[in-house]
């Protein structure tokens, strides 16, 4: 019998849910930035500019970003820190392409690299990066453990580790807000931005299913990192795990 995992609220073979992710985000990737914008308000700019304060980049590093999708964070890295080599990487050629086109488009792409990838076996030798990034991209993984236990692999000994991703939120009032906002307006906005309700009623059921602040330290500090922290933006909406290596 095959195994199964969660798309969503849905069960589907773990064989079968990278093709249902694909789906998701070849469907919406050219509608994505604005729909970002629409459905945070604005506010997915500050915390991806947070989540690159917290990770402290040095001159010269090298560093990796997973599931870059239009590539939001490699641009805020690679036009900050001119010295650094940033890697865009992502599953999904569609996202990536977007990604690829705005780098152009936007001038970063000079010390930018491209990379079609999946964050869960990255064909990168040990220690290879001094950061790794990911945002809003691991609740999307099949296997989040293999993915985390190939950024710790990939990191140098002094590396760090800074996962942006929707958690959970502490106010139980603002809760209710929040899912009364996730599963009625979501679904709606993505009708009418992406022309997919779908997707977003996805991205409000994946939210749901992903491990909270907790949850997800713990699953870091398994995958062999020295120290983990994190920071909640929004109440908890959102929360920016960091973790080193050392
Ligand atoms: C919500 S988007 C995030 C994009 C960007 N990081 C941002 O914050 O705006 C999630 C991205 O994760 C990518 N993704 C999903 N599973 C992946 C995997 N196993 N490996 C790499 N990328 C993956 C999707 O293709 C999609 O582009």
Redesign the pocket.
């Known amino acids: 019998m095959n195994n199964k995992t969660h798309f969503g609220f849905k069960e589907v073979d773990v064989e079968d849910k990278?093709q249902h992710?694909?789906g998701?985000?070849s469907s919406v990737?050219e509608s994505?930035?604005i729909m970002?914008d629409a459905m945070t308000a604005g506010m997915?700019r500050i915390w991806?500019k947070i989540l690159v304060e917290l990770a402290d980049i040095s001159e010269n590093s090298t560093v990796l970003?997973?599931?870059?999708?239009?590539?939001?964070?490699a641009k805020l890295i690679s036009k900050e820190y001119l010295s650094s080599s940033v890697f865009m990487?992502?599953?999904?050629m569609e996202?990536?392409n977007e990604g690829r086109n705005r780098s152009i488009n936007e001038s970063f792409n000079k010390n930018t690299h491209f990379c079609q990838?999946?964050?869960?076996k990255l064909p990168f030798a040990d220690e290879t990066f001094d950061v790794i990034t990911?945002?809003?991209?691991l609740?999307?993984?099949?296997d989040k453990s293999a993915?985390l236990n190939e950024m710790f692999r990939c990191l140098k000994g002094d590396g760090r580790l800074l996962i942006?991703e929707f958690s959970k939120p502490k106010n139980k009032a603002f809760s209710k807000i929040y899912d009364w906002y996730s599963f009625n307006i979501l679904p709606r906005l993505g009708s009418m931005i992406a022309n997919d309700g779908d997707s977003y009623k996805y991205?409000a059921e994946s939210i749901r299913m992903h491990p909270d602040q907790e949850s997800l330290k713990e699953m870091v500090l398994k995958s062999g990192f020295n120290d983990c922290k994190f920071y909640n933006l929004l109440n908890g909406i959102v929360a920016i795990h960091v973790a080193d290596r050392r």
Do not use: C, P, W
């Open positions: 990278q992710v694909k998701v985000f990737a994505y930035d970002n997915h991806k970003d997973i599931a870059s999708g239009t590539g939001d964070i990487t992502d599953i999904n996202m990536l990838l999946n964050g869960e990911i945002g809003f991209g609740r999307n993984f099949t993915g942006l991205l």
